[in-house]
Nanobody
């Protein structure tokens, strides 16, 4: 089992910045990647950014060039640096940790989310 904890949410004005943290703990020996998702009220959860074990990153088009996903001091800690925040970035942000089960399958573990509110 893997435990995932997100921290760093809060209230920020449009144009401001915020950094979210995600720490994965427990059985992380096969940790393959960590991703951020978000869910705004009344909307489906959507992909935000991902960093793989080899440090390759992916971003959704809506946050590309504004958000940066980066690794902390170890493979189990990941940050989401959010710059130039917009009101439409308001959402609960979830971190997920992906572990390799075998050559073709993964297990995904989710945190409970952290609220980010961007005011105009």
């Amino acid at each position: 089992q893997v435990q995932v904890v997100e921290t760093g949410g809060g209230l920020v004005q449009a144009g401001g910045s915020l950094r979210l943290s995600c720490v994965a703990s427990g059985n992380t020996v096969n940790l393959n990647g960590i991703a951020w998702y978000r869910q705004a009220p009344g909307k489906k959860r959507e992909f935000v950014a991902d960093i793989k074990r080899d440090d390759n990153t992916d971003y959704s088009e809506s946050v590309k060039d504004r958000f940066i996903i980066l690794r902390g001091d170890n493979q189990n800690t990941v940050y989401l640096q959010m710059n130039s925040l917009k009101v439409e970035d308001t959402a609960v942000y979830y971190c997920s940790a992906r572990t390799l089960v075998d050559d073709t399958s993964f297990s995904v573990y989710w945190g409970t989310g952290t609220q980010v509110t961007v005011s105009s």
